[in-house]
């Protein structure tokens, strides 16, 4: 991969990170009906494994209606302060399936891994439980980017094939 592919590749994966940790935490936090929109579509690959992956403090998700359906009835409100963050091109020819490699942009036939770290306070009141975390994610291109908005709602140009939250202990 040539110099320039490499910078190309880091600060789109930089940026997507960026905007990303942005709006799911703010999500999280207080647009709860929104956090469904963040997964890729439930998918079942050829050899049987299934996507997205989700796995919440060691239990698993079936998918981002399943995460969206247990912060609205089972979490607590609320408060994330994130500390760092890292993120990385994993696959710089990532072809989604269904599509062929001349169908998306050259900036987004890549996945990408983001790492994060920070603190999520569970609860509004000042005695309410701080939790140091971990969570790892692999976002992939929205294939469905390109469909119809819905409600004046934009489509997200990336969504989440895989997760990992960890509350450290």
Not at 87 to 99: A, D, H, R, V, W
Request: charged share 25%; proline share 4%.
């Amino acid at each position: 991969m040539s110099a320039s592919s490499e910078d190309t590749n880091e600060a789109t994966s930089t940026e997507t990170a960026e905007r990303f940790i942005d709006t799911y935490y703010e999500a999280l936090e207080s647009h709860r009906d929104a956090i469904a929109s963040f997964y890729m579509k439930a998918t079942t690959l050829p050899d049987g494994k299934t996507f997205p992956s989700i796995v919440y403090n060691g239990n698993i998700k079936a998918d981002g209606a399943g995460m969206q359906k247990f912060f609205q009835e089972e979490m607590p409100e609320m408060q994330f302060d994130i500390q760092a963050f890292d993120s990385q091109c994993l696959n710089p020819n990532y072809i989604p399936q269904g599509t062929t490699g001349g169908q998306a942009a050259y900036e987004k036939n890549m996945t990408i891994l983001i790492t994060v770290s920070g603190s999520v306070k569970l609860g509004k009141s000042r005695t309410a439980a701080t939790k140091e975390f971990s969570e790892s994610f692999v976002l992939v291109p929205n294939r469905d980017e390109t469909g119809p908005r819905t409600r004046g709602k934009q489509v997200k140009e990336w969504v989440i094939q895989a997760q990992t939250f960890r509350v450290v202990v």
